[in-house]
């Protein structure tokens, strides 16, 4: 199966939270990711966690990891229309220079009006 | 400007014909990967570049692919005789040194590939 799991749509109502949905395969991942892509743009980190931290806050994004379900998940408090993207979630395998990063499928956020 | 440049931002080319993917990544970046996008799909790793040199060409899809990064900087993706799936998005990123939260990747926004 995958080595990185997301679903791969979501929709929520402008000013509702938005939890995006990780699974991951890899016990011995040292970072998780977070990315955002918008329509016919590269891909921009939005936040990370190091695997021996349970949430991260960073302003509007709050980043949750459940290191024994292998879970990670990013909620964006008060969701605007500006948030509509596409989100991957990535996991860094490897070490040193040669680490590369695993992207799930992503998850298409659709905000509504 | 500053950020990750790929050229052409679209390419249509008929089956059989060879394809040249143009990626200058931020200057003083010595790591520089090639990732694949297709519809419904995550990002696919193709090729890794530390300066010149490729110690990690595993995710290269067939022989047919190839990739070269010359001056420690400008690096070129070759599809030759492609195919129809080859059609995707290709993304090209850049960092300081590997990959970590001290050296983010940087992408640049991609080439959409046609084959028709």
């Known amino acids: 199966g995958e080595d990185v799991e997301q679903s791969l749509f979501l929709s929520v109502r402008e000013g509702d939270s938005s939890v995006i949905n990780c699974t991951y395969t890899?016990?011995?991942?040292?970072?998780l990711y977070w990315y955002k892509q918008e329509p016919g743009a590269g891909l921009q980190l939005l936040t990370y966690?190091?695997?021996?931290?349970d949430m991260k806050q960073d302003q509007r994004l709050t980043v949750l990891l459940n290191k024994k379900d292998k879970h990670l998940s990013l909620r964006i408090a008060d969701t605007q229309t500006g948030d509509s993207a596409i989100y991957f979630c990535?996991?860094?395998?490897?070490?040193?220079?040669?680490?590369?990063?695993?992207f799930g499928s992503g998850t298409q956020l659709t905000v509504l009006p | 400007g500053a950020g990750v440049s790929q050229s052409p931002s679209n390419k249509v080319t008929e089956k059989g014909k060879d394809v040249e993917l143009r990626c200058d990544p931020i200057?003083?970046?010595?790591?520089l990967y090639w990732y694949r996008q297709s519809l419904g799909q995550g990002l696919e790793f193709l090729i890794y570049f530390q300066g010149n040199s490729a110690p990690d060409k595993s995710g290269l899809p067939s022989d047919r692919f190839s990739a070269e990064r010359t001056g420690g900087s400008v690096s070129t993706l070759t599809i030759q005789r492609t195919q129809q799936e080859d059609s995707a998005v290709y993304l090209c990123?850049?960092?300081?040194?590997?990959?970590?939260?001290?050296?983010?990747?940087?992408f640049g926004n991609g080439t959409r590939l046609t084959v028709t």
């Open positions: 966690i190091f695997s021996n931290m």
């Open positions: 890899d016990s011995s991942s040292t970072y």
């Open positions: 200057s003083g970046h010595t790591a």
């Open positions: 990123a850049s960092s300081l040194v590997g990959t970590g939260v001290n050296s983010p990747l940087h």
């Open positions: 990535a996991e860094s395998k490897g070490s040193g220079s040669a680490r590369q990063l695993t």
